[in-house]
C-alpha cells in the first residue's frame, strides 16, 4: 500500500523480494508525485501497488524498460499480497 499525507510519501509493509523493495523505494522516488496528496488539506491519501502502477502506465511510456519492469513488480508486489489476506477455506 503506497500512503501520502502532506508532503510526505511511503509504503506500508509488504511481501517481496529484496529486488522488488528496491525497484519499489526508486518508484515512490521516481513516480511519487503521482500518488502526492493534494488540496488545502493535503488529505491523507492511500492506493495499493495495482492503482500506483495503473497512474504510472497511464502517465508514461512502459514500453520504456526501466517504466515498464516498475509497473510489472507493483503488479506482482500487489497479486503477492492480495493473496496474503486471502480468507482461509476449508
Known amino acids: 500500500m503506497i500512503v501520502s499525507h502532506a508532503h510526505t510519501i ?3 509493509e509488504f511481501l517481496g523480494t529484496d529486488e522488488e523493495g528496491q525497484v519499489v523505494r526508486l518508484a515512490v522516488q521516481d ?3 503521482l500518488v502526492r496528496a493534494s488540496g488545502p488539506f493535503m488529505q491523507f491519501k492511500r492506493g495499493s501497488f495495482e492503482q500506483f502502477s495503473d497512474m ?3 502517465n508514461y511510456d512502459i514500453r520504456q524498460a526501466r517504466t515498464g519492469e516498475t509497473v510489472e513488480v507493483f503488479r506482482r508486489v500487489h497479486q503477492r499480497n492480495q493473496l496474503q489476506h486471502e480468507p482461509m477455506t476449508q
Open 10 to 12: 511511503g509504503v506500508n
Open 31 to 33: 513516480f511519487g508525485h
Open 56 to 58: 504510472i502506465e497511464s
